[in-house]
């Protein structure tokens, strides 16, 4: 609907602001929730990464902290 008041009918920013934030606002919120599950994928990964190296080195059950 907004590419078609664009396009179509030629209206301005004034026009299809808020449509506009509404889209950037999604965009937003789907970007923040796309990135904190990335950095928990990661973070993830490192705690598995060093685990496995406390269970190579035989330190599992140690005290040392992970």
Same mark, same amino acid.
């Given at each position: 609907m907004l590419a078609q008041a664009i396009?179509? #009918?030629g209206a301005g920013f004034a026009t299809v602001w808020p449509? =506009?934030?509404?889209?950037? =606002?999604? *965009?937003a919120a789907l970007f923040g929730f796309a990135l904190a599950h990335? #950095?928990?994928t990661l973070n993830t990964s490192r705690l598995e990464k060093r685990q496995d190296a406390f269970r190579c080195? *035989?330190?599992?059950?140690?005290?040392?902290p992970l």
């Open positions: 396009l179509y #009918r449509q =506009f934030l509404a889209i950037a =606002f999604v *965009g990335f #950095r928990r080195a *035989g330190l599992a059950g140690s005290a040392w």
